[in-house]
């Protein structure tokens, strides 16, 4: 089975190719969503089969409705280098430090041959403030990491250096694409990306475990899950918030 939709020249194959697209990658997309997919996926030529680019749904508030925005992976941003003939991965990226030895920034670098055979070095630098994705913490009330920024920041900010110098050396093949550790936190608190939502189930669990609990607790923890009841909770927060009763439990039974 090949991997992008460009090699699909029979109509038939073609569609029902975005019939699984549509029910895989883009769930509820329309067929014009799914069709402008399919072609930055043919201009590009990157696969979503190989996880190399991504359609990344979001709640649009001023359009009231969901859109879809397209990313890549660093290995797709990789590949599309490679494919010119002119790329070569630079030397490691370099890091700054704040005082408190913090990661501050890093720079990345990669080659670019130009036209007339000479190499040359191109570099760019990403600063962790402004890449940093981040949640606020419900015991602390404070904004902190997510767990991959948290474990591998040096991982994390470096592939966005890269990303920035590969865009720079290849404006013509990366234009208008971004990466996902690029916009990840740029759309944290405007748009955030539609989730599952848990079971009826989940919604019981915690309802019976919330029964003998303070009311100004379970306010504090309705504000701090994002929703009005605990049947719109979504599915990532459902074990943060079960962590939390459990803790609540225990200090009162402690007392």
Not at 165 to 184: D, I
Request: proline fraction near 4%; include cysteine.
């Amino acid at each position: 089975m090949t991997n992008t939709l460009q090699h699909y020249e029979d109509p038939m194959d073609f569609a029902k190719q975005l019939e699984l697209w549509t029910r895989t990658y883009m769930k509820n997309a329309t067929l014009d969503e799914v069709a402008l997919f399919a072609n930055v996926c043919k201009r590009t030529g990157l696969s979503p089969e190989m996880k190399q680019i991504f359609a990344i749904p979001r709640d649009d508030k001023k359009l009231g409705k969901t859109v879809y925005s397209f990313q890549t992976s660093i290995d797709g941003f990789r590949l599309i280098a490679e494919r010119t003939g002119r790329y070569a991965p630079g030397k490691q990226a370099e890091y700054e430090y704040n005082q408190d030895k913090q990661v501050v920034s890093a720079t990345a670098y990669v080659k670019k041959m130009t036209n007339d055979g000479t190499w040359h070095e191109v570099a760019a630098t990403a600063f962790y403030d402004e890449y940093v994705q981040e949640f606020k913490d419900f015991e602390t009330k404070k904004m902190v990491p997510t767990k991959f920024w948290e474990r591998m920041p040096h991982v994390m900010l470096a592939k966005c250096a890269e990303s920035l110098a590969l865009r720079k050396a290849f404006p013509a093949e990366l234009s208008g694409l971004y990466t996902q550790e690029e916009m990840a936190q740029a759309h944290v608190e405007e748009e955030k990306p539609k989730q599952e939502k848990i079971s009826s189930d989940q919604v019981d669990q915690i309802v019976t475990s919330l029964s003998n609990l303070p009311m100004d607790y379970v306010e504090k923890l309705r504000s701090w899950a994002g929703v009005d009841n605990f049947s719109q909770l979504p599915a990532s927060k459902f074990e943060a918030v079960m962590k939390s009763i459990k803790n609540q439990q225990g200090t009162i039974e402690a007392k």
